[in-house]
C-alpha cells in the first residue's frame, strides 16, 4: 500500500514563503519504470478541491493560472519526495494543499493546512 505524506504547511504572513514536501512510500519516484507523476492540490473553505501544479515523469511541470510566477513544483526521484515551493504567498492561498501522485494520480495524500494571514 503506498502512501503519500505531506508536511511543511503552517501559518505564514503575505508575502512569506513555504515549501511543502511530500514523501511517498514504495519507491514510486525511483523506480523509474512506474512513470510517476506527481501534483499538488488544495482546498479552501467551502471551494472545490482545485489543481495547483502537477509534474510528470519527466520534469514537465503545469501551473494554475494563479500560481504562476510564484510556485515551483520539482521532484527528488532518489527521495521519492515531490515538493512545492511557494513565495510571494497570498491570503488567497490560504488552504489545505494535499500531494497526488502514481501513474494515473491514483494516489492522495492527507493534506497539510496552509494559512496565509494579511
Known amino acids: 500500500q503506498v502512501q503519500l505524506v505531506e508536511s511543511g504547511g503552517g501559518l505564514v504572513q503575505a508575502g512569506g514563503s513555504l515549501r511543502l514536501s511530500c514523501v511517498a512510500s514504495?519507491?514510486?519516484?525511483?523506480?523509474?519504470?512506474?512513470?510517476?507523476?506527481g501534483a499538488w492540490y488544495r482546498q479552501a473553505p467551502g471551494k472545490q478541491r482545485e489543481l495547483v501544479a502537477d509534474i510528470t515523469s519527466d520534469g514537465s511541470t503545469s501551473y494554475a493560472d494563479s500560481v504562476k510566477g510564484r510556485f515551483t513544483i520539482s521532484r527528488d526521484n532518489a527521495k521519492n519526495t515531490v515538493y512545492l515551493q511557494m513565495n510571494s504567498l497570498k491570503p488567497e492561498d490560504t488552504g489545505v494543499y494535499y500531494c497526488?501522485?502514481?501513474?494515473?494520480?491514483?494516489?492522495w495524500g492527507q493534506g497539510t493546512q496552509v494559512t496565509v494571514s494579511s
Open positions: 514504495g519507491n514510486i519516484f525511483s523506480r523509474i519504470s512506474l512513470n510517476t507523476m
Open positions: 497526488r501522485a502514481g501513474q494515473y494520480g491514483q494516489y
